[in-house]
């Protein structure tokens, strides 16, 4: 009886989350379109860039025709969702390809950079985070969070830069740009080659989710620390890093957990400007182009999929946090 | 933590420094590399399509075309061995050479010349062949290019358009192209890099490099594999060429890539344009005015300057180019004689404030530049300072394209230019273009300049066009649109493009680039050599 109750109830949640999703993909199309139907900037002027001399007002009516902006806004929008509700996301007026080939292509590009990051700055925050609450006050916990401070406020196309300029032109550890070493062929790229051409734009998008992990953690730990069953446990003998893998580490887990899921936004957005700096083909390399030529139809897919990421990214985070910290299963249903 | 994690970084390095040194380092400098690996930019976001624009920069590479652009801008033969227009300029007919094929064996035939301008003419893409109404093959090596009305400017299309073969033009084309160019595609991994192989059954002269990769880097990127060596060619700013880089040479490739100001010709308030923005500005429509800023300004000054020299005095929209008029040239720098011309056409300073007036209206107008583009903030802010000694009061305003859109029938604008075809020139002074688009933004219109450019277009041999465009920039009577006559802009600077390249490589002959920095330099890339 009471096991079935649950099972509805979860079944309701899982119901809930679903409609919230949809309306989320909903009104997240429907803003981007509205938002790009309103932009001053002219796709075909975007396209045409520095040839406008040489391409006179039939040729742009043709330009128009083909990608069919002659037809008015809300009607390219019917349009488009009817094909959205099929599973056709339509065709990308930049690179000619369709859009999910594109993001697909490019999404799977990201993943390595993007998930290489995200653990770096997960378990890199956390671990510091850790550190620094269980010294607080000391030499160590000053030096830390002062650095989190100063990665928090500083742009990530400036890290990169420096990065870049440190590792790959100063030292020559590193290579300059791209996914594999000039010249090599697909078939020809080695895991190491990949590894190694990833360190520094992993690197530097990480730098996105250190330092609020770090924070949060700092903060817990320090909460946790002063609690009574720290408190007992002390009174007991056990010493300092006994306490942290013991006591602390799981309670002080929770809120950076939580972040690193929900950091998942600021990754892909960090991920714009990492992939620019070091020519990575990823998605965000695509999002820029698509935003400033005005390619609707890939930008309301991008905006799509990332939305789904973020989702994605935050439900799990919801479902970790319940894990590691089991006072808040009640609570959360 | 940090200790393990920089020793990964060294063992990783470790291990493929070896692959990383590249042709260019030292030991192997005594063997003549067969790779070559540029950063010249001008990737194709649509891939390598000619009908939807592939090429029509410096050389398509993958496909060839009928004839070819000379280094001094002339016009050379390619897969054409004769072309000849009608005396009523309506039909081109071209002979084709027979010894061409495509690199998946077939031959290059009249019907896929036919194919490819028929397409060309019908796709929306960045290659403008609307004035073809038909392209018919009339015998094995024959095709004939039948036009709506005559244009000489459509040998543009000759030069830049490459063709495809019909048999094998389909969707996937732009990505997997077959033509019967120099080289043929290996591998395009977008957003980063294009690696191309030389086409051994090339019917042309055969370049001397076996593999070309291009790196599609960002201007950071760029400079950084330039300072790493890891590429022979970098096109860089000039702004970024600055100190030496060891091995490399700074090239610098004259342009006709220009700023100029462009000034409302007609008085304010006489009509709208057809998108219903308001025309004309009563100081810049007197020629006096128009005359006297362009000869206070110190064109050298601008060059030195803010160009930081790389770059050259402009005297009109097409400097260089076989159809340039040197006659159009001014002497300036000369405040007093700006001041004379503005004495004489009544504007005088009564109320001593520096600035002149007639009829009660002061000497000043807006000049507005595209905010961001610090080159030509650079010059607008010495454009002012410049012409304030002759009483003429400028005021520079930063704005968006879109407000300039909005403006510039009403203000005076800073532009570039800078086209291999004369049709720009056309566009931007026929009386009819004004209103459209971006041309002709100051409603200029003189019926003998307007003829002179007819007579150019109607033309059927290009030495024939030329002559008419000059005249259409300064005739024996004195019309014309540029500062000696009626001074319909202020012409500033042309801008040279500078490259980093490899003390061994040597580029040939280097052609006068247009608006466009990178990509156009690949037009002479089979007569590159390494010279080591």
Redesign the interface.
């Known amino acids: 009886m009471g096991l079935l109750s649950r099972d509805r109830g979860r079944l309701r949640t899982a119901g809930l989350r679903a409609v919230r999703l949809v309306s989320l993909l909903v009104a997240v199309a429907a803003g981007c379109f509205a938002l790009m139907a309103g932009s ?2 002219d796709p075909v ?1 975007a ?2 860039g ?11 009516a ?6 069919g902006l002659d037809e008015p806004p809300l009607e390219r929008f019917g349009v488009w969702a009817g094909h959205v509700v099929t599973g056709d996301l339509g065709t990308s007026q ?4 369709p859009v999910t080939e594109v993001i697909a ?1 490019r999404f799977a590009a990201s993943l390595s950079l993007l998930a290489l990051a995200w653990l770096l700055s997960g378990v ?1 925050g956390f ?2 985070g850790l550190l620094a609450g269980a010294t607080r006050g000391r030499l160590l916990d000053r030096v830390l969070t002062w650095w989190a401070y100063t990665l928090a406020s500083a742009p990530t196309f400036w890290v990169g ?1 420096l990065l ?2 440190v ?3 100063s030292l ?12 090599t ?2 078939g020809e790229v080695s895991l ?2 990949r ?2 051409h990833l ?1 520094l734009p992993a690197l530097t998008l990480s730098v996105v989710g250190i330092s609020p992990v770090l924070l949060h953690t700092r903060q817990a730990t320090l909460e946790v620390l002063a609690s009574d069953h720290v408190a007992f446990a002390r009174a007991q003998g056990e010493r300092l890093p006994g306490l942290l893998l013991h006591r602390v580490a799981r309670n002080a887990a929770g809120p950076a957990l939580m972040l690193q899921f929900a950091s998942v936004g600021e990754l892909l957005g960090g991920s714009v400007l990492a992939e ?4 990575y ?1 990823g998605l965000g ?2 999002t820029t ?1 698509a935003a400033l ?1 005005q390619d609707v139809p890939l930008l309301l897919g991008i905006a799509l999929t990332t939305a789904l990421v973020v989702f994605v990214g935050n439900a799990l985070g919801d479902l970790a946090h319940r894990v590691a910290v089991p006072r808040t299963r009640e609570v959360a249903a | ?1 940090s200790r393990s994690r920089l020793l990964v ?2 063992a ?2 470790a ?2 420094a070896s ?2 040194g590249g042709g260019t380092s030292g030991e192997e400098a005594t063997a003549k590399p067969t ?1 070559l ?1 540029l950063a010249i930019g001008g990737e194709p ?3 390598f399509d000619p009908t ?2 592939w090429g ?1 920069y410096g050389s398509p590479l993958f496909q060839s075309t009928l004839l070819t652009r000379e280094p001094d801008l002339g016009v050379g033969l390619d897969l054409a061995t004769a072309y000849e227009v009608s005396g009523d300029g309506l039909t081109w007919t071209v002979d084709l050479r027979t010894d061409a094929a495509f690199t998946d064996g077939e031959p290059v035939t009249p019907a896929d010349v036919a194919y490819t301008f028929n397409t060309a003419a ?5 290659t ?1 062949v ?1 004035a073809l109404d038909e392209a018919v093959a009339v015998d094995e090596d024959t095709v004939e290019l039948r036009l709506d009305e005559p244009r000489s400017t459509f040998v543009d299309r000759l030069i830049s358009l490459g063709i495809v073969p019909e048999h094998a033009h389909d969707d996937g084309y ?2 997997e192209p077959v033509g019967s160019g120099p080289y043929r595609l ?2 395009w ?5 294009l ?1 191309v192989e030389r086409n051994d059954d090339y019917y042309g002269d055969l370049p001397a490099f076996d ?1 070309l ?1 291009f ?4 201007e ?2 760029t400079l ?2 330039a ?2 060596g ?2 022979d060619v970098a096109a860089l700013p000039s702004s970024l060429a600055t100190g030496d880089i060891g091995g490399m040479r700074l090239e610098t490739v004259t342009s006709i890539d220009n700023r100029g100001i462009s000034f409302p010709t007609v008085p304010s308030g006489s009509r709208r344009s057809p998108a219903g923005r308001p025309v004309g500005n009563d100081v810049t429509a007197d020629v006096a005015v128009r005359r006297a800023v362009n000869v206070a300004i110190d064109r050298e000054a601008l060059v030195e300057g803010v160009l930081e020299g790389f770059g050259s005095p402009a005297t009109g929209p097409v400097d260089g180019a076989p159809w340039y008029e040197p006659d159009s040239a001014i002497e300036d720098a000369d405040v007093d004689a700006a001041a004379a011309l503005l004495e004489e056409a009544g504007w005088q300073d009564a109320d001593g404030d520096g600035v002149r007036e007639k009829d009660g209206t002061d000497a000043a107008f807006t000049l507005l530049y595209p905010a961001g583009d610090t080159l030509r903030q650079g010059l607008a802010l010495s454009v002012v300072d410049m012409v304030a000694p002759a009483g003429v009061r400028i005021e520079t305003e930063g704005v ?3 407000e300039i859109d909005q403006r510039l029938h009403t203000d005076a604008v800073l532009f570039g ?1 800078g ?1 291999h ?1 004369p ?2 020139m056309y ?2 002074y026929r009386s009819s273009m004004a209103g ?4 002709n933004p100051g409603y200029y219109r003189d019926p003998v300049v307007d003829r002179h450019l007819d007579a150019a277009m109607a033309a059927t041999d290009p030495d024939e066009a030329a002559e008419h465009w000059r005249a259409a920039q300064l005739d024996d009577d004195g019309h014309g649109f540029t500062a000696p006559a009626d001074a319909a802009w202020a012409w500033l600077v042309n801008l040279e493009h500078t490259y980093y390249v490899d003390s061994c490589l040597d580029l040939g002959e280097p052609r006068i680039e247009p ?2 920095h990178g990509w156009p330099l690949t037009a002479g890339i089979a007569s590159w050599r390494w010279d080591c």
């Open positions: 001053p900037v002027e396209y045409v520095a040839d406008t001399a040489a391409i006179g007002s039939e040729q742009r043709q330009i128009e025709e083909r990608w930049v690179f000619g390809q292509d890199l671990t510091l830069l870049l300029y590792f790959s032109v020559q550890w590193t290579p300059v740009c791209c996914a594999a070493p000039l010249g062929l697909p190491l080659d590894v190694h360190v620019q700096v070091f020519t083909p390399e695509a182009t030529r | 933590m970084l060294a990783v390095t291990l493929t692959a990383c790779e690996r976001e649509d891939g939807l624009g029509r019908r796709q929306g893409g960045l403008d609307t732009a990505r290996v591998d991994q977008q957003g980063q890099q690696v593999r990769v790196a599609f880097t960002d950071d990127a950084a594999a300072r790493t890891a590429v968006s394209w879109d230019w086209s075809d049709t720009e566009n931007l459209t688009e971006s041309f608006h466009g």
